[in-house]
């Protein structure tokens, strides 16, 4: 995103929807850094049912599977809305989700149905030791868990996988494989599902 020019930037729309990201990078999945954008964004970001196991192999600050980091360059106007929903986040050595600094209950910054692991959560220079303490700093996230996915090495929800029942309702969306499925989270909902 770097090379974008500032009216690009201004009104920047990013959808990531149904990703699997596992890999060990430097800066994880989704990461607004001071080292790669400056200037305001004033567009949306929705992150939706993605996957991403997204290591933090060299300890950057920044990184993080959805990070934007504590003095960032980059400043959001007032027409900018990210919504990270129904997603399993996971950043060994980093966050999981890393919110700008005074973006707590604001509606537009909305955190919803994903599975996160306790003690990978921030807003600000603030972090939480559990999804409960972070929903509680934050009044738009909610509906987040940190039980164990319960997946296959590759992200697919096993049978009792909490994933295929306790996403946020976002409608009947297609999966990964193109199966419609409701409530999921992850890239992959229920194999089939009957709609009436």
């Not at 590759?154 to 994933?163: I, T």
Request: charged content about 15%.
């Amino acid at each position: 995103m770097s090379d974008l020019t500032a009216a690009q930037r201004d009104k920047l729309v990013s959808d990531l929807k149904n990703v699997i990201h596992d890999a060990e990078t430097s800066a994880g999945f989704f990461t607004a850094a001071s080292l790669s954008l400056a200037g305001t964004a004033d567009g949306a970001i929705e992150i939706e049912n993605c996957y991403s196991q997204a290591a933090n192999d060299q300890g950057l600050s920044y990184s993080g599977a959805v990070s934007f980091a504590p003095g960032a360059l980059l400043t959001w106007g007032a027409n900018a809305s990210v919504k990270v929903r129904n997603n399993v986040l996971s950043a060994p050595g980093g966050y999981s989700v890393r919110l700008p600094a005074g973006t707590a209950n604001n509606a537009a910054w909305n955190v919803s149905g994903n599975c996160i692991p306790a003690g990978s959560l921030s807003i600000g220079s603030t972090d939480y030791a559990t999804v409960a303490l972070f929903e509680a700093a934050h009044s738009a996230a909610v509906g987040n868990i940190d039980s164990d996915p319960l997946v296959t090495a590759d992200g697919r929800p096993l049978p009792g996988s909490p994933l295929l029942t306790s996403g946020a309702d976002l409608g009947y969306l297609r999966d990964i494989r193109g199966y419609q499925s409701k409530g999921h989270i992850g890239a992959y909902g229920r194999a089939r599902l009957a709609i009436r």
